[in-house]
C-alpha cells in the first residue's frame, strides 16, 4: 500500500486538548504504513523491486574496502594492521588518511566533520564543524587536516564527569579510535561525517564509554595471551571480544506518546491499569509482523546496512509491539558504536512513521520489559595461521584445543563470582531496576548458566572423577564431543543473567537503553583477573614429568569447586532461587543504589584500578556520574507523576465525581427512590482521598530528598526507598480511578490502546 502525501513527514505533535486521547485514536485509524523510502530514495531498483543488501552495504563508511580502493596499498596496511592489532595509528600516515577520508566524503555530499564520542549520558555526542576553510587568496576550499582527524577540543564542559573536572578547569578532548571506521550519517538533506573518538579529560582521564572499554580490552589480552603462551599456543598477537548485541524495543504510535507525558519525560508509564489482556496468550511473540511496523523496521535497518551495522535479525518479541533486532557479531568497540547508531536509528526513522521507539527498560508495568543481551566471546587475532581466528569458548577437537577451553571457562566463572557484585553495578540504573528481579528477566542475582552437558564435565571434573592426565581426562569426560553438542536449549537458560550458550556467553541482565561499554569493561576487567590468577597457579605447580595440560587441569579443578556457588541451572525466576542463592552467599541487590555501592568495595577497586582501567579517582567518579543519573531520573519521574496526578489524573475523577453527584441530585430531586449513583461517588471519593493522602507523602519525600542536595548516596537512598513505596501508593490510586472513571473523560492513552494499535 502507498502512502499519502501527509503520511510522508512526521505530524506536528498534537496539542493536549480535552479529547487529545480520542483524537490520537482517531489519527491512529487513518495511519498506513509509510512508503519505501520515501525520504532518501535510494532504496528501490528498477521495476520497484528493493535493491540486494550487498549492493549498498556499506557506503556510508569508509571501512577496509573503501580503504582498499582509495589509499595507496602500503599506507592501507598500515591502517589495517594498526586497526586489527589494536595499535595506535602511525602519525606519518595520518595525513594520507584524512585527504582520503576527506575525499571520499565531499564526493558523497558532506559538509560538516565531527568527532562522534559517547559521553556517560548513555547516548553519544556530536560537535560539527565545516570543511569550509580559505586559501592564502582567501579562495573558499574545502580542508580537512591530519590533526583535525586525529584529535579535537571540543571543550564540551557539561558532560557528567563526576567531579572529575570542574567545568572551568581543563578543557576536555577527543581523539580518534580508528578501530572503528568514521560514518558518514544522513539527517534530511545534511550529510555529516562521523569519527568516532575516544573523550579524555587534560591529563587523559577517561570522561567516557569508550576509554576504559579499549584499557580493558587490552589488559584482557595481555593476561590471555599470557596464559596461551604458556599453554602453548604462541605467535597470538590479540585476543579480543566479540559482541553480538539483541536489542529489545517497543515501538508505539506517536499519537499516543505525545498524550502521555510520562513517557515523553521519563520514557516509562508512572501510571496506567494493567489490561484485561497483556501477554499472557502468549500470541506476539515470533508473530507476524505488522505492516505499518515493518516499514518503519525495514527502513531502520536500511539506514544502518547503508552504515555497515550488519543487522541480520528481527521478531516480535514477548510483550505486545515489542520488537527485537540483533546484529552479527562483531569487535566490541565496534559493536558499541554499532549499537550506539542501531539505537539512535530506530528513534529517528520511527518519527517518520509516525512511531516512536521506546528504549526504557520497563516502559508498562505488568508486560515485559526490554533488555539488551550481550552475547560475548573471546576471539584470537595471531600471525598463527592455526590460531588466527579461534573462538576461545567454542570447544575442540583435540585434547589440548578443550583443555583450553575449560582454562577460559574457568576464568570466566572465577571471575563472575568473585566480582558478581560489581558486574551488577555495571548493569544498575533506574530502568534497569524495575525490570531485574520483577518475575520476567534475570534477577537482580547474578547467577552462571552452564548448560546439562558443560555442568555434568564440569562437575566430574571439580570431583576429581577424571583422571591426573589431561588428554585421557578430556576423553573420558566426554569433552571431545561437546563441539557437536553445541547449545544447551532448554528454556532454563532463558531465566539466566549470564548464560553459556554454546560458543558464547549471553549477559540478559544488560538493560535495553545501555551502552554495552560500561557491563563490558566490568567483564573484561574480572575475567583479565581470573585468567592471571590462573596462569600464576598453573606456572606455581609445573612440576618435572607434567605437561602443562595436567597442570592446567589440575587448576581448572580447584577453580571449578570453588566457583560451584555461582553455577546455577535451575529457574531462575523462582522464589526458591532466591532463598538458596541466600544461603549461598550470593548477593542479592535489588535497588541501583546498594548495586552502585559495589564499584567501590574493595575487590571492585582492586581489579578495576590493578588492571589499569580506572584510577581510583576515575572510578569515584563513575560512582558519582551513575548515583546522580539515578536521583535525577528519579526527581524527574517523581515531579512528572504529581503533575499528572494534578492535572489529568484527579480533575477526570473529580469531573467523574461531580457528574455522579448531579446525577444523584437531579434523581432525588425527582422523588426516584434508588440512587446508586450516591454510592459510586462515595467510592470514587474514598480513591481519591487516598491518592490526594498518598500524593502528600509523596510531595514530603520529595521535599526531603531535595534539601540533601549536597549528598547524591543519601538521597539516592531515600528515593530508592520511601521514594519508591509513595510512588507505587500514587499509582495504585491512579490506576483504581483509571478503572472507574467515565472512559469519555479520561485523559491519557490506555495500556491496551498504546500497546494494541488497530
Ligand atoms: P540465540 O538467538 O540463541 O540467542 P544466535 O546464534 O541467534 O543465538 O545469536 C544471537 C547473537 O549472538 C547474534 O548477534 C550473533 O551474531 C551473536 N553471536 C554468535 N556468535 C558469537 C560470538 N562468538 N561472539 C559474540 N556474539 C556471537
Ligand atoms: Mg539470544
Redo the contacts with the bound molecule.
Keep these: 500500500m502507498l502512502a499519502d502525501a501527509s503520511s510522508l513527514s512526521p505530524q506536528p505533535m498534537p496539542t493536549p486538548t480535552h479529547s487529545s486521547r480520542k483524537s490520537a485514536l482517531r489519527d491512529l485509524s487513518a495511519r498506513v504504513p509509510r512508503a519505501r523510502n520515501a525520504s532518501n530514495g535510494t532504496g528501490e531498483g528498477h521495476g520497484g523491486h528493493p535493491i540486494p543488501t550487498s549492493a549498498y552495504f556499506g557506503i556510508n563508511t569508509f571501512g577496509a574496502r573503501q580503504m582498499r580502493d582509495k589509499l595507496p596499498k602500503e599506507v592501507s596496511a598500515k591502517l589495517a594492521a594498526a586497526i586489527r592489532h589494536g595499535k595506535k595509528l602511525d602519525i606519518d600516515i595520518a595525513p594520507v588518511v584524512a585527504q582520503a577520508i576527506k575525499e571520499w566524503a565531499v564526493s558523497r555530499g558532506v559538509t560538516h566533520f565531527t568527532h562522534w564520542f559517547q559521553p556517560q549520558t548513555g547516548l553519544t555526542a556530536e560537535k560539527h564543524d565545516a570543511f569550509l576553510s580559505f586559501d592564502d587568496n582567501q579562495h573558499p576550499m574545502e580542508k580537512f587536516s591530519a590533526s583535525q582527524l586525529i584529535q579535537s577540543e571540543p571543550d564540551a564542559s557539561s558532560f557528567p564527569s563526576g567531579g572529575l573536572r570542574a567545568t572551568w578547569e581543563a578543557r576536555g578532548y577527543t581523539a580518534w579510535n580508528p578501530a572503528s571506521p568514521v560514518f558518514i550519517v544522513e539527517s534530511g538533506e545534511t550529510r555529516t561525517l562521523c569519527i568516532p573518538s575516544v573523550f579524555i579529560g587534560y591529563n587523559g582521564e577517561a570522561l567516557d564509554e569508550m576509554t576504559p572499554l579499549l584499557r580493558s580490552s587490552d589488559a584482557l589480552s595481555a593476561k590471555a595471551i599470557a596464559l596461551l603462551e604458556l599453554l602453548g599456543d604462541t605467535g597470538v598477537q590479540r585476543v579480543f571480544?566479540?559482541?553480538?548485541?539483541?536489542q529489545e524495543y517497543f515501538l508505539i504510535d506517536r499519537g499516543h506518546y505525545a498524550h502521555r507525558p510520562d513517557l515523553v519525560m521519563s520514557g516509562r508509564t508512572l501510571v496506567g491499569a494493567p489490561p484485561p489482556r497483556g501477554q499472557q496468550l502468549e500470541d506476539h511473540y515470533f508473530g507476524g509482523i505488522p505492516e505499518r511496523i515493518q516499514a518503519c523496521i525495514s527502513e531502520a535497518e536500511h539506514e544502518l546496512y547503508k552504515l555497515g551495522v550488519p543487522i541480520?535479525?528481527r521478531h516480535n518479541e514477548v510483550a505486545p509491539s515489542q520488537f527485537e533486532m540483533?546484529?552479527?557479531?562483531e569487535e566490541t568497540d565496534i559493536a558499541v558504536d554499532h549499537n550506539q547508531l542501531a539505537m539512535a536509528t530506530l528513534r529517528k526513522v520511527a518519527l517518520r512513521h509516525n512511531l516512536q521507539a521506546v528504549l526504557h527498560e520497563k516502559p508498562f508495568a505488568g508486560i515485559n520489559g526490554s533488555g539488551k543481551?550481550c552475547?560475548?566471546?573471546l576471539?584470537v587475532s595471531a600471525d598463527n595461521a592455526e590460531l588466527d581466528g579461534t573462538?576461545l569458548?567454542?570447544p575442540g577437537k583435540t585434547p589440548h584445543q578443550n583443555i583450553r577451553f575449560l582454562v577460559f571457562l574457568a576464568a570466566i566463572l572465577k571471575g563472575v563470582h568473585r566480582h558478581s557484585g560489581l558486574l551488577r553495578a555495571g548493569i544498575a540504573s533506574s530502568g534497569n531496576e524495575h525490570r531485574l528481579g520483577a518475575n520476567e528477566a534475570p534477577p537482580a542475582i547474578i547467577s552462571v548458566f552452564m548448560g546439562s552437558m558443560l555442568t555434568r564435565v564440569i562437575e566430574s571434573i571439580a570431583a576429581g572423577k577424571g583422571s591426573t592426565t589431561a588428554s585421557q581426562a578430556m576423553i573420558k569426560l566426554g569433552v571431545a564431543k561437546l563441539p557437536e553438542i553445541e547449545?544447551d536449549?532448554t528454556d532454563r537458560n532463558r531465566t539466566s543473567p549470564f548464560a553459556f550458550?554454546?560458543?558464547?556467553f549471553?549477559f540478559r541482565a544488560v538493560g535495553s537503553s545501555a551502552s554495552i561499554a560500561f557491563p563490558i569493561v566490568l567483564l573484561n576487567s574480572a575475567v583479565a583477573e581470573a585468567l592471571d590468577e590462573l596462569t600464576e597457579e598453573i606456572r606455581a605447580n609445573m612440576k618435572r614429568g607434567k605437561t602443562v595440560e595436567d597442570v592446567a587441569l589440575a587448576v581448572v579443578q580447584r577453580a571449578f569447586k570453588e566457583t560451584a556457588p555461582i553455577r546455577f541451572e535451575g529457574n531462575n525466576y523462582s522464589d526458591e532461587w532466591v532463598h538458596e542463592a541466600k544461603k549461598r552467599g550470593l548477593p542479592n541487590l535489588r535497588r541501583t543504589p546498594e548495586a552502585l555501592e559495589q564499584l567501590l568495595s574493595k575487590s571492585s577497586r582492586n581489579v578495576l584500578t590493578k588492571l589499569g582501567v580506572f584510577t581510583k579517582p576515575e572510578l569515584e567518579s563513575r560512582y558519582h556520574v551513575r548515583m546522580e543519573r539515578y536521583v535525577k531520573d528519579m526527581l524527574i519521574e517523581i515531579h512528572t507523576l504529581r503533575e499528572i496526578v494534578d492535572t489529568l489524573v484527579l480533575p477526570a475523577a473529580f469531573s467523574h465525581a461531580g457528574s455522579l453527584a448531579s446525577a444523584a441530585a437531579h434523581a432525588v430531586a425527582a422523588g426516584i427512590t434508588s440512587v446508586p449513583q450516591i454510592e459510586a461517588a462515595n467510592e470514587i471519593g474514598k480513591v481519591i482521598e487516598s491518592l490526594r493522602k498518598n500524593h502528600k507523602v509523596l510531595d514530603e519525600v520529595l521535599a526531603k530528598a531535595e534539601g540533601m542536595h549536597d549528598d547524591v548516596t543519601k538521597q539516592a537512598k531515600l528515593l530508592t526507598s520511601a521514594g519508591a513505596e509513595a510512588m507505587a501508593a500514587v499509582r495504585a490510586d491512579a490506576d483504581t480511578l483509571e478503572l472507574k472513571v467515565s472512559d469519555e473523560l479520561w485523559p491519557l492513552p490506555k495500556y491496551r490502546e498504546m500497546l494494541f494499535p488497530v
Design positions: 571480544t566479540t559482541m553480538g548485541p539483541e541480520i535479525t540483533a546484529p552479527l557479531f543481551h552475547n560475548w566471546s576471539s573462538n569458548l567454542k547449545k536449549n550458550t554454546g560458543n558464547k549471553e
